[in-house]
């Protein structure tokens, strides 16, 4: 300590000729400034130092006149100070002047104050030099038994960070802190003491454990979140400690921190898996979701739920919780129901489906009496959905549920009305027993719908599916009502005009005109005949509703109420037997079918009647009047046999996607060959390869890819040497190249540095900047690297959206014992594939039509390839693109020459992702490329247009391959 007094800097204390006028200011503020401007100095001092600048001539000036003031601020700076500035010299000596900031650690280890001692722990925990820890042992020991937890929390830091890097420095560090642990009441260090004897000396943690093993459940939750790790290594290394720690284990599911229950859950389904132990952690599970209100933490924890039912043995056991699920339905984030209703379909059965049921006949008229938004609009059609899922796998509570769903018809939700059509239509096809239920609904709640879709898909059904004559000639009453009084066009000019008809004139005239006193606000009294008002009356009449849409100028309906008309017509011909009743039908429904063809030509609405709706309505009426036999079976038959072949394709969808889901074990035959990898020189034996182990694993690394031979495994795996990427050439005096990790939503580089001249590198650093959606998580620090020598760091970078990124940046390093300035190497860009973030996905076509209309980014790509083939282009582009074709393969069968299918995906963002794909090839040649265009729609920018630049970029690269 001695020499520590001497005055040894002032043999340096002089202006160096080389310092920059920055340099030399910040020395002027460091030397005479008062406490406010050396803290502004100083922390542009570990600014410039922190962006790779030396500044060696300001650490003497550091030294004597900012590290003796007492400022707890610039304490802490210093410790930031002292954390990154260099403490070697270039040949990895430690610096003399670090002798006196060695005696400053010391000094603030003894200091009275807790915050300073405290902070200095943590300090010690990041030093790496073992030199400037060695004197500081004896002050780090007293430190815990200081009187300040904190101070006693950090001193058990310190030593567990020492003991970790340098063992040699505090040998008996377990010993101590197994000690301290004994005697120590604060919860924190406990927490701490613990958490080194985990790492270090688990006998001596578990000795502990064991002494307190009926006292866990008082501990606090940082202290029992440690024990619940310490009990899963342990079991993990020795099953036979399982019965030792379990019932510890299911005493922490009742722990009043939420993480510990968390946590001892997932540790007691890794630790057994008998039935008791699935159900007391799934039951903790669902209390979770229940009493947490972070949505982001249910829904990881529904994901745990999930999880848990992959398992063949628990979900069994799941399904006797199933209604306890369906307790998270009263959360009000729409992702959490959806799981929830998922995860309770799929664990279903039939002893519970009437209770399911049940519950979600609640759910829905809770959501008639609550306020009227979005999420209650999408939350009532996930409802639906269910309620249609349940009714297709169990078909016995179908008939409780129609009623239910029919209701949905009338609401102003059009999607969810939409999905009851959808959810009827398959279910009338399906059960025959049900169609005279269904179509007595439908009559019932036809006047009360509002929807224009939702009529034209509820004529199609009544029309299709209408067979006894009773209900056929309700039906067509039914529309009489909805269009009004026929002719339409005579009745609409009638009302224009005034006119009433002759039941409203006799009532009028017997009852003569009224008159009403009213007084004015000025006091007087005038008189009001109910003539005055008669007009304004009949210009706020209410026309029926089919007749509204089509005097709006929606003509489509009318071809609707004129296809549904033809069927009954000539499904009444088929039933009725008498030739006058049969010639009246027909001449009712040619008659309405006529009326709204005049009036779609007669101005009066406000857009006419389309070409197409004209030719489609002439047409009927040139069915009803020949009744060919062909034109007839294709009204009453064919319809549903296209209908009940689409609930068959999509049936087999999904039964395949539900079999890829499925986990397929690896089978093993008892008499099969067991093969080690060393031992593996199989050239000439039966079970030989082309090449051994060795030569094939360097000829895949030279070569970047597999081995042509198709029976050759990938031992090395290729699409990991694929993802290398070279950052810097040959010949440069640094060589880098960097293996891209894409892992969700972290992107982590791990470059590889070589140091190719004969010369010491010093600070050779990687600088790296980003491009896009992307962002640097911390600064790679920098190494040295002796002559020929090399070196991997690690960079990552997060990834906030699915765009395409690029990373750039460039190597900068001194040649030891230079004096010029640092030398760079532009480093290569590397670019971020979009593919790594996309996954396929499939949706339902009301959906897929849903988010088309409500996307607002497009772009369109132009088909430009070789291929002749409209399915291998197919093919080729949901390969590159991760997308999933929606058409089904039926409709894309057979040979033709045009092609429209959609398709879609999902980011691992939630992001989505539609395209179109719309293209033809040309009938002259056989050779012809195939040509036209793909639109993507997204909802932002920048995934529309990486989609766009994936294809493009796929398109150039298969020119080039067949070129």
């Known amino acids: ?117 405290g902070s200095t722990l943590r300090f010690l925990c990041k030093l790496k030099e073992p030199e400037l820890l060695e004197p500081l042992m004896p002050a780090i020991r007293a430190c815990l038994e200081h009187r300040h937890s904190y101070v006693r929390r950090n001193a058990v ?18 010993e101590v802190i197994a000690n301290f642990l004994e005697t120590e009441q604060d919860m924190s260090c406990k927490r701490n003491a613990f958490l080194m004897l985990l790492h270090a000396d688990q006998e001596k943690a578990l000795s502990y454990l064991a002494s307190c093993l009926d006292q866990v459940s008082s501990f606090g939750d940082i202290l029992q979140l440690v024990i619940v790790e310490l009990i899963y290594k342990v079991c993990h290394a020795n099953p036979s400690e399982r019965s030792r720690f379990i019932r510890c284990i299911y005493n922490l ?96 059965s039939s002893r519970n489906i009437d209770e399911l049921v049940f519950v979600l006949k609640q759910e829905i008229t ?156 000025d006091g007087t009294y005038a008189t009001q005949s109910v003539f005055s008002t008669n007009v304004a009356t009949k210009k706020s009449e209410v026309r029926p509703p089919m007749r509204q849409y089509l005097m709006d100028g929606d003509f489509f309906i009318g071809a609707s109420i004129g296809t549904t008309l033809a069927k009954l017509a000539l499904r009444y011909i088929s039933l009725s037997n008498d030739v006058t009743s049969q010639n009246k039908f027909c001449a009712t429904t040619m008659l309405i079918i006529t009326s709204i063809l005049h009036l779609g030509k007669s101005g009066l609405p406000s857009k006419p009647i389309s070409n197409d709706d004209v030719n489609r309505l002439l047409f009927i009426l040139n069915v009803l009047a020949e009744r060919t036999p062909e034109i007839v079976e294709v009204y009453t038959k064919h319809c549903r046999t296209a209908l009940s072949l689409m609930l068959a394709a999509k049936t087999d969808e999904e039964a395949v996607s539900s079999k890829a889901k499925e986990k397929v074990g690896v089978k093993v035959h008892v008499d099969d060959p067991v093969t080690f990898m060393q031992l593996s020189n199989l050239r ?168 088309w209309a409500e996307f607002e980014w497009e772009n369109k790509v132009s088909v430009n390839t070789n291929l002749t083939d409209l399915h291998e282009y197919l093919h080729q582009l949901l390969k590159s693109t991760n997308m999933k074709c929606l058409t089904p393969e039926k409709a894309l069968s057979g040979q033709c020459e045009f092609m429209a299918a959609n398709m879609y995906a999902r ?6 992702a539609l395209a179109n794909l719309s293209i033809e090839k040309c009938t002259n040649a056989s050779d012809c490329p195939v040509t036209g265009h793909i639109r993507i729609r997204a909802k932002s920018q920048g995934m529309a247009l990486s989609l766009g630049e994936k294809i493009n970029l796929t398109q150039k690269k298969q020119q080039k391959i067949s070129s």
Request: hydrophobic share 40%.
């Open 1 to 117: 300590m001695a020499l520590i007094e001497q005055p040894c800097y002032t043999i340096i204390n002089f202006r160096s000729d080389t310092d920059t006028p920055n340099e030399m200011q910040l020395k002027g503020d460091l030397e005479r400034g008062d406490e406010k401007t050396k803290i502004e100095a100083l922390k542009k001092v570990i600014q410039m130092i922190a962006n790779g600048e030396r500044l060696p001539g300001l650490l003497m000036i550091i030294i004597r006149f900012v590290l003796p003031l007492q400022n707890h601020l610039i304490k802490k700076l210093l410790l930031i100070f002292w954390e990154i500035v260099p403490k070697t010299t270039p040949d990895g000596k430690l610096l003399q002047e670090m002798i006196l900031v060695c005696d400053a650690y010391r000094k603030d280890l003894q200091h009275p104050n807790e915050f300073i001692r």
């Open 157 to 174: 830091l310190a030593i567990f960070t020492i003991y970790r890097n340098f063992e040699f420095l505090m040998p008996d560090a377990p």
């Open 253 to 348: 599911l009742n722990s009043s921190s939420p993480a510990v229950r968390y946590e001892a859950a997932g540790t007691l389904v890794t630790l057994s898996s008998a039935p008791t132990a699935i159900k007391a952690a799934a039951s903790c599970y669902i209390k979770l979701i229940e009493k947490e209100s972070d949505n982001n933490v249910k829904l990881i924890v529904l994901d745990r739920l999930i999880a848990l039912k992959e398992h063949p043995s628990h979900e069994k056991v799941l399904q006797d919780l199933v209604m306890d699920i369906l307790c998270v339905l009263s959360s009000p984030d729409l992702e959490v129901r959806k799981k929830t209703l998922n995860l309770a379909m799929e664990l279903v």
């Open 366 to 521: 809770k959501t008639h009496n609550t306020a009227e938004h979005d999420d209650t609009g999408k939350y009532r059609q996930l409802l639906v959905r269910t309620l249609h899922t349940c009714s297709i796998k169990f078909p016995g509570v179908a008939e409780n549920v129609i009623p239910v769903l029919v209701e949905f018809l009338s609401d102003s939700n059009e999607l969810a009305a939409t999905d009851v059509l959808v959810f009827i239509r398959e279910v009338i096809q399906k059960f025959e027993n049900l169609r005279s239920l269904i179509i007595s609904q439908l009559l019932g709640v036809f006047r009360t719908i509002k929807s224009m879709r939702v009529h034209r898909a509820a004529l199609w059904i009544l029309g299709e599916y209408t067979y006894s004559i009773r209900d056929i000639l309700a039906v067509v009453d039914l529309l009489k009502q909805s269009l009004g009084s026929i002719p339409l066009v005579e009745d609409e000019m009638r009302l224009a005009s005034g006119d009433k008809p002759d039941e409203e004139k006799n009532s009028s005239e017997s009852s003569g005109p009224s008159v009403s006193t009213l007084v004015t606000s």
């Open 684 to 851: 000439g034996s039966e079970f030989a390869t082309t090449e051994n182990v060795f030569e094939l694993s360097l000829s895949q690394a030279v070569a970047g890819s597999a081995i042509n031979a198709p029976d050759v495994q990938n031992i090395l795996s290729a699409s990991k040497l694929n993802k290398v990427t070279q950052l810097t050439g040959f010949s440069d005096p640094v060589y880098a190249e960097a293996y891209v990790h894409v892992n969700q939503y972290d992107i982590v580089l791990d470059v590889l540095i070589v140091n190719q001249t004969g010369d010491t590198l010093q600070n050779c650093t990687l600088e790296l900047a980003t491009l896009g959606d992307l962002k640097l998580v911390e600064k790679p620090q920098p190494v040295v690297l002796a002559p020929h020598d090399f070196c991997n760091i690690k960079a990552n970078v997060k990834v906030a959206s699915t765009e395409n990124g690029i990373i750039f940046g460039n190597i900068v390093y001194d040649i030891s014992g230079a004096t010029s300035d640092r030398n760079v190497v532009v480093l290569n860009d590397i670019h971020i594939d979009i593919m790594d973030y996309i996954v396929p996905a499939s949706c339902t076509d009301t959906e897929f039509r849903q988010m």
């Open 907 to 912: 980011s691992i963002f939630g992001e989505d």
